[in-house]
């Protein structure tokens, strides 16, 4: 952990002296982060879409550490004194991902203690997150807040976890799914010990909690009706769940006064079904877990059902291509600003042709196949709980941005079996590659728009 932050800050170090002053939504954050350090907490930048949690947080180290240590003048909540914040949330957050890891597979006595720091490494310098480590952004403090609460669930720690969840909340409205999750993770435990007692009673060994057709589908989904209009079963949840319930409780306060989710401008966020979503995140998926998503050996068994089974596919399909049809939506900002990733992947990809987004659908299916094949060894509860987690958090975003699936990423990620050690070396490997490139590109292939004299640089 101490390498590993230790060259974060060389490269921090790197990047602040290409990049001094604000840079994209910084020029948002900086200033309001550096009018809650002289106190004017009611002053609000109206284009802001999120609560203030990120300058609470950075006012509450930044002052006192310049109490300790004498700083005085332009230093104190200067840019990089703000993103340094973030350095310290990636340092967090590393630790946070080793003990999840711990944690989720303790039951696997196989897993050295080197491939668990292995994992951590490469889940830490997932390129998505660790590009924004260098930025004054929401994400790192986001995906610490979030990460920490999952961990005091799965421990068992309730309360903390929805007070570390109420601390994600204020750093992005749409973090209150994963307070549900851990919410979920509760009732999807809860369900599979009463499921596995069914099956007890019936001594039907045929039906397995994990996976099967679809009429053991119908059969879970009966169960779940039954077990969840139970009376008894509801308040022994609720007792299990209320300080969870208590959050989204206020949440959905928040959300009745406020007048919706977000805060600010909100002319550019507007929520919409933008089924389309869950495909990108798929293919996102696939992409940077290719070393375990992307195998001959899964490629044989995704053709091996695609001939057991050619309606349900063939069934999937065309839901597929309906959405797609149906419910695409192009935000203004993607088609708008050169500077993202996203931009030259919707130009180079999506407007080649207006045919090429459905020609991906097989893609698609293989990709989400692929994605629900690593989570088997979850029960089929747990899988049922995420993806609902992953609807919610994916489909009402109508921007495409990379930096929506980080967390969703992260918690698929971290509660996949332990892939083999050369597959973890290349899943690293390809992480450094991605990142040397990335921070290539924003540190040395600047370019000036014709109307403006700023740098401009590419991102995520």
Avoid at 142 to 160: D, E, I, P, Q
Wanted: proline share 4%; with cysteine.
């Amino acid at each position: 952990m101490s390498g590993a932050f230790l060259l974060s800050c060389l490269l921090f170090a790197a990047i602040n002296r290409r990049q001094r002053g604000p840079y994209m939504d910084e020029v948002f954050h900086v200033p309001q982060a550096q009018a809650y350090c002289h106190g004017r907490f009611v002053q609000w930048d109206p284009m802001i879409t999120t609560l203030p949690g990120l300058y609470l947080v950075s006012v509450g180290v930044v002052k006192p550490a310049a109490w300790l240590f004498g700083w005085t003048g332009s230093v104190v909540c200067s840019a990089g004194m703000l993103r340094f914040i973030n350095l310290l949330f990636s340092a967090g957050n590393f630790y946070l991902l080793y003990l999840l890891l711990s944690k989720i597979h303790q039951k696997n006595k196989a897993v050295s203690g080197f491939q668990r720091i292995l994992s951590t490494l490469t889940l830490a310098m997932f390129p998505t997150l660790y590009f924004f480590t260098f930025l004054y952004y929401t994400d790192p403090g986001s995906v610490f807040f979030t990460l920490f609460a999952y961990l005091m669930c799965l421990y068992g720690n309730h309360k903390t976890s929805a007070l570390l969840g109420f601390c994600g909340f204020m750093f992005r409205q749409t973090n209150i799914v994963w307070t549900v999750f851990c919410a979920g993770n509760i009732v999807a435990e809860k369900l599979n010990e009463a499921w596995k007692t069914e099956l007890q009673k019936k001594k039907d060994e045929k039906i397995s909690s994990r996976k099967g057709s679809f009429s053991d589908l119908i059969r879970i989904l009966k169960f779940l009706i039954k077990y969840l209009i139970s009376p008894k079963n509801l308040v022994m949840l609720t007792a299990l769940t209320w300080p969870y319930i208590v959050l989204v409780t206020v949440f959905f306060a928040f959300v009745f006064i406020n007048g919706g989710i977000v805060v600010g401008d909100r002319s550019s966020h507007e929520a919409c079904l933008h089924f389309p979503q869950l495909f990108y995140f798929l293919s996102f998926t696939v992409f940077f877990s290719f070393p375990h998503l992307l195998t001959p050996t899964k490629i044989r068994k995704f053709l091996l059902s695609l001939r057991k089974h050619p309606v349900q596919y063939s069934l999937i399909a065309v839901i597929s291509l309906f959405l797609i049809w149906k419910f695409t939506y192009v935000h203004k900002y993607l088609l708008a600003d050169n500077r993202h990733y996203t931009f030259y992947v919707w130009r180079k990809v999506f407007q080649r042709h207006e045919l090429v987004k459905y020609v991906l659908v097989p893609v698609y299916i293989f990709a989400g196949w692929s994605f629900a094949d690593t989570l088997k060894s979850k029960s089929i509860f747990w899988i049922l709980m995420y993806f609902v987690c992953l609807l919610a958090v994916t489909v009402p975003q109508k921007l495409l941005e990379f930096r929506y699936f980080i967390l969703p990423f992260l918690i698929y990620r971290l509660n996949i079996p332990f892939p083999s050690l050369y597959r973890q070396l290349l899943e690293l490997a390809f992480y450094i590659f991605v990142n040397v490139v990335t921070f290539y590109l924003f540190l040395n292939r600047t370019f000036q728009w014709p109307n403006s004299e700023e740098i401009q640089r590419f991102m995520w």
